[in-house]
C-alpha cells in the first residue's frame, strides 16, 4: 500500500492508502471499514482484492478511527448517513474516483447502501450502475451488512463491551487507533447501544439500488443473522447476489479469505471492473 497525501473532508484529515492502477486506468474499489476498523485493520484484502481484479483500491480510515484526526463524540444516531451522504462523495472527489466499487465491511457495509441508495436518480439502471457527479457507481460488496437494528447484534456489542473493559482487547486495537482508542470503542458501542438506536433502519434506501449488489455473510456471525441478507434482496431494484459462508463470523475476508476473495473477484469481473 501506498499512503496518499492527506485527504481533507469537512476541516478533518482523514488518512488513506492506495494500491494498484490510478483512478484514470482502472476502476477503484473504494473500501469502507467495520465499527472498530481503520485502513490498516483490512490488513493485504485490499492489495490482494486490486491484484485479482485489476483495479485500484482506495483505503481510508474514516474520522476518529487509526490515523485519521478524531471526531466529536458522542456519534449521532445518524453517523451512517452522514458518513454515506456528506463524507464519502467528498472523498471520492477529492481522489478523482472515476468508474468505482464499493467494498464495504458492517458499518461501512451500510454506509454503502445508504450512499447507494440515493444515487438512483443518475444511473440507467443496473447495467450501468449509480452516477454521482463524474464517478460511476459500478457495484457494491457488502461483507456483514447491517440494513436495521437487530437484537442480536445489540447482544453481541454489549458482550464485546464488557470484554473491552478487561483489557486485551483494548490493547489489541490500540495497535490500530494508538491513543484514541477509547475514542473509537466507545465512541461506536454508546450509539449503537444508545435507546434511540433501536429504531435504525436503512431498508427505505435499497429500493434505490440498480448498481449489482454481492453479499458475503458468515453464518455464523455474532452481529446479525441472515435478516439482513434476505432483506436486500428483497428489495433492492439491481441483481444481488449472496454468500452465506459456514464456520465464518463477522469478517469473512479473513476468516474465509480465499473463498470471499474468489466471490468478489468474479463479482467484480462480471460488473466490468
Not at 466529536?72 to 467528498?90: S, T, W, Y
Not at 464499493?102 to 454506509?111: T, Y
Amino acid at each position: 500500500m501506498t499512503p496518499l497525501n492527506d485527504i481533507r473532508v469537512g476541516g478533518k484529515r482523514l488518512e488513506a492508502l492506495w494500491h494498484g492502477p490510478s483512478p484514470e486506468e482502472a476502476a477503484t474499489l473504494v473500501f469502507l471499514h467495520e465499527g472498530l476498523g481503520c485502513a490498516e485493520m483490512w490488513h493485504d484484502f485490499p492489495a490482494r482484492l486490486a491484484d485479482a481484479s485489476g483495479c485500484g483500491a482506495l483505503v481510508y480510515s474514516r474520522a476518529g478511527y487509526g490515523g485519521s484526526d478524531p471526531c466529536g463524540l458522542p456519534r449521532p444516531v445518524r453517523f451512517m448517513h452522514d458518513e454515506a451522504l456528506e463524507i464519502l462523495p467528498r472523498v471520492l472527489e477529492r481522489v478523482g474516483v472515476r468508474d468505482f466499487f464499493l467494498v464495504g465491511h458492517s458499518d461501512g457495509a451500510s454506509i454503502s447502501l445508504i450512499y447507494s441508495g440515493t444515487r438512483s436518480g443518475a444511473g440507467s439502471g443496473a447495467r450501468s450502475g449509480n452516477r454521482a457527479g463524474g464517478a460511476r457507481l459500478k457495484g457494491l460488496i457488502a461483507l456483514a451488512p447491517h440494513a436495521l437494528c437487530e437484537e442480536a447484534t445489540l447482544r453481541a456489542i454489549e458482550e464485546i463491551s464488557e470484554t473491552f473493559k478487561k483489557g486485551p482487547l483494548r490493547r489489541k486495537l490500540a495497535k490500530y487507533h494508538g491513543a484514541g482508542v477509547d475514542g473509537a470503542f466507545w465512541g461506536w458501542s454508546d450509539v449503537w447501544l444508545h435507546p434511540d438506536f433501536k429504531n435504525w433502519n436503512i431498508e427505505k434506501y435499497l429500493p434505490g439500488i440498480s448498481a449489482p449488489v454481492l453479499v458475503v455473510q458468515g453464518q455464523n456471525d455474532p452481529y446479525g443473522t441472515r435478516v439482513h441478507a434476505d432483506s436486500i434482496v428483497a428489495r433492492v431494484r439491481g441483481s444481488v447476489e449472496t454468500l452465506m459462508l459456514e464456520d465464518c463470523g463477522h469478517s469473512p475476508h479473513q476468516e474465509k479469505s480465499a473463498e470471499t476473495l474468489d466471490a468478489m473477484t468474479r463479482f467484480i469481473r462480471r460488473a466490468g471492473g
